[in-house]
C-alpha cells in the first residue's frame, strides 16, 4: 500500500490514507418454531482518501488497490478547497484484543445453545408465547496506512445476543428485551445465562404488576443503563465537532452547565465487557485519548477527528469512524458515560421520599436543541427511602442543559451497556454507560416506542 500512497503524492496529494477492514460475521436467529443462519461470511475491503488541492478525493473498492484508484481517487477530489487536517508523527503499531472466553465453537454448537436458551425462556412462565434470540458475532481486522507514516493494525472480536419475549394474560399483553454485547468473548458466558433469564423473568413480571404512573415531575434515580443513554443521546452527539459547532454546547465551551461532580467522558477502551466501542485508533490512525465532554461541571472539549482538530485548534480525540471500507469516516462516539461520584447507591435510595427508580431504556429519541424522550420498560416506585413496586412502561422527557442542572447525587459504581449508533447511515458499537444519578426533577408520562 505505501507505493500507492507515494503515487498519490506524486499525482499532488497533500496527504493520503488506506484503509482496510476485514469482518467475519456470523447472524443466528432463534424463535419458538425457528433456527436460521441468516449470516456466515467475509465483507472485505479497501478505502483510499487523497487530499487534494484542498479536498477530499475518496474510491473503494472490494478488490485491491491499484494506480488507477488512485487516479480516480483524485480526479474525484472536488469542493471549495477549504479541507485542513492535523498531521501526526510516524506511528506503527499492532493492537490484538483477545477475548477472555473464547469463540471458538462450531456453528452447530452456537446454535445449540441457543435453543436450550430459548426453551429456558419459553419454561419461565406459562404466560409466554414468543421469544426471539439473535446472535451476531463479528470479528475484526482494521489496517491503517497513511503518508504521514501511521501503520496501525487491530483485531478484535464483538459478539452479542438480542433477545424479545412476549406474554399474554387473558386481554393483556406484556413484551421484555434484552441485548448486551461484549468484546470479551461468548456473550453467554460473559454475561451469564442465569443473568438473562433473571433479568427477563423480572421485566415480564413487572409489566404485568406494574403500577401505572402519573404524569408529572418526579424525583429520580437512573440506574447505569438509562445514564447511559441519556450521556450518548442527550450529550454525546451535541459534542460531536460536526454537529457541535452549530449546537447548543458551542456558546457555552467553557461555562458551567452542571454541578462541579458531573463528568461525561468519551473513552476509547474501558475495562467493562459491554464498553464495546473499542477504538484503541481510530479510523484515521489517531491514538484514542479520554475526552472529557463535560469536566467540573464545565463544557471542556468535543469529539474530533483530523479535520475538526484543525478547525477548532484542539489535539486530536479519536474520534474518526467508519462503519466499513464503504463508508466515510465521521466523528462519532465510543464508550461515554458519567463518572462515578462519592455517594452510595443505598443512601440515594433512601434519601428519595416520593420518586423512581429508572432501571432499563426502551426505545427513545433526541433533538438538536437538546430535548430527549426516552421509555423504560423497568422502572420502580421509592416511597420513603423504600423500593416499594414496580412500574408499567413510562417515559420521561427533558431538556439537556436542565437535566444537567438538576442532578443532585452520583453514586460510587460505574457500569456499562452495548449499543449500536447511527449516524449518517452508518452504525458502529458504542458502549454507554455511568453511576447511578439522582436528578431532583424530571417529567415522567406516557410511553416513548
Not at 415531575?217 to 450529550?235: I, K, N, Q, R, T
Not at 460536526?242 to 473513552?267: Q, W, Y
Not at 477527528?305 to 478547525?311: C, E, K, L, T, V
Not at 463508508?327 to 462515578?340: L, S
Amino acid at each position: 500500500m505505501n507505493s500507492l500512497l507515494d503515487y498519490a503524492q506524486q499525482l499532488g496529494a497533500t496527504f493520503a490514507d488506506i484503509r482496510r477492514i476485514r469482518v467475519k460475521e456470523l447472524s443466528l436467529l432463534v424463535t419458538e418454531d425457528r433456527e436460521i443462519v441468516s449470516t456466515n461470511g467475509v465483507d472485505d475491503g479497501y478505502s483510499l482518501r487523497v487530499l487534494y488541492k484542498g479536498n477530499w478525493g475518496y474510491f473503494s473498492s472490494s478488490k485491491e488497490l491499484t494506480r488507477d484508484d488512485v487516479k480516480d481517487a483524485v480526479d474525484s477530489a472536488v469542493g471549495d478547497e477549504k479541507v485542513n487536517i492535523v498531521y501526526l508523527p510516524p506511528k506503527h503499531d499492532k493492537v490484538e484484543i483477545k477475548p477472555k472466553v473464547e469463540l471458538n465453537k462450531s456453528v452447530e454448537e452456537k446454535m445449540n445453545d441457543l435453543k436450550k436458551l430459548r426453551e429456558k425462556l419459553i419454561g419461565l412462565d406459562n404466560r409466554i408465547k414468543s421469544v426471539s434470540i439473535r446472535y451476531h458475532e463479528s470479528e475484526v481486522r482494521r489496517e491503517y496506512q497513511s503518508t504521514d507514516e501511521r501503520d496501525i493494525s487491530m483485531n478484535y472480536t464483538i459478539a452479542g445476543l438480542s433477545i424479545v419475549i412476549t406474554a399474554r394474560e387473558g386481554d393483556s399483553l406484556a413484551s421484555a428485551t434484552f441485548s448486551r454485547y461484549t468484546y470479551m468473548g461468548y456473550p453467554i458466558e460473559v454475561i451469564g445465562e442465569e443473568n438473562i433469564l433473571e433479568t427477563l423473568k423480572r421485566r415480564i413480571e413487572n409489566q404485568f404488576i406494574g403500577e401505572s404512573v402519573k404524569a408529572d415531575s418526579y424525583e429520580v434515580v437512573l440506574a447505569p443503563d438509562v445514564v447511559g443513554v441519556f450521556a450518548h443521546e442527550a450529550v454525546g452527539h451535541l459534542a460531536e465537532a460536526d454537529l457541535a459547532i452549530n449546537g447548543i454546547l458551542h456558546p457555552l465551551r467553557g461555562k458551567t452547565i452542571a454541578p462541579e461532580f458531573v463528568n461525561i467522558i468519551d473513552s476509547p477502551v474501558q475495562n467493562y465487557a459491554s464498553a464495546i466501542g473499542v477504538v484503541t485508533y481510530d479510523d484515521e490512525g489517531v491514538e484514542g485519548r479520554d475526552v472529557y465532554i463535560i469536566k467540573n461541571g464545565v463544557v471542556n472539549e468535543y469529539l474530533t477527528d483530523r479535520f475538526y482538530s484543525a478547525y477548532l485548534g484542539q489535539k486530536p480525540t479519536g474520534n474518526a469512524r467508519a462503519e466499513d471500507f464503504r463508508n466515510p469516516v465521521i466523528v462519532r462516539m465510543r464508550n461515554t458515560f458519567i463518572a462515578p461520584g462519592e455517594h452510595s447507591y443505598e443512601e440515594m435510595i433512601r434519601d428519595t421520599r416520593n420518586g423512581l427508580l429508572l432501571v432499563s431504556p426502551h426505545g427513545g429519541q433526541t433533538s438538536p436543541d437538546g430535548t430527549f424522550q426516552f421509555g423504560i420498560q423497568e422502572g420502580y416506585v421509592i416511597r420513603n427511602g423504600e423500593i416499594v413496586r414496580p412500574t408499567k412502561l413510562v417515559g420521561i422527557s427533558g431538556y439537556t442543559l436542565e437535566t444537567l442542572k438538576n442532578i443532585t447525587a452520583i453514586s460510587n459504581k460505574l457500569d456499562f451497556w452495548s449499543g449500536f449508533c447511527g449516524k449518517e447511515g452508518q452504525s458502529v458499537p458504542v458502549g454507554t454507560g455511568g453511576a447511578y444519578v439522582k436528578v431532583e426533577k424530571m417529567k415522567v408520562g406516557g410511553v416513548v416506542g
